[in-house]
Nanobody, 121 residues
């Protein structure tokens, strides 16, 4: 069964850095685009960064230049390096992956359980 597990969240001071990881377990047939999303209290979930199967990246304007998304296909993992963190980056961060569990199955989206990132002043 395909599962996504995030890790790396925590408490950090403004200006600091964190690195989030998302591992896709279950030995899927293929993993397509993977994205990091975040949801702050009282706000809608928003896309932070995404990376395609071919490695093309896309970032929200609010994080461009500070965050870097990368993937390790050999480890079925994606990472989000977050630098120069701001108070407004505080949120629960989720990864979402487009996954074909088997060769004959359609691609579907899977979500992780989320990891809390708190930036303090």
């Amino acid at each position: 069964q395909v599962q996504l597990v995030e890790s790396g969240g925590g408490l950090v001071q403004a200006g600091g850095s964190l690195r989030l990881s998302c591992a896709v377990s279950g030995s899927p047939f293929s993993i397509n685009a993977i994205g990091w999303y975040r949801q702050a209290p009282g706000k809608q979930r928003e896309l932070v960064a995404a990376i395609s199967g071919g490695g093309s990246t896309n970032y929200a304007d609010s994080v461009r230049g500070r965050f870097t998304i990368s993937r390790d296909n050999a480890k079925n993992s994606v990472y989000l390096q977050m630098n120069s963190l701001k108070l407004e980056d505080t949120a629960v961060y989720y990864c979402k992956a487009g996954v074909k569990a088997w060769a004959w199955s359609p691609s579907r989206d899977y979500w992780g359980q989320g990891t809390q990132v708190t930036v303090s002043s």
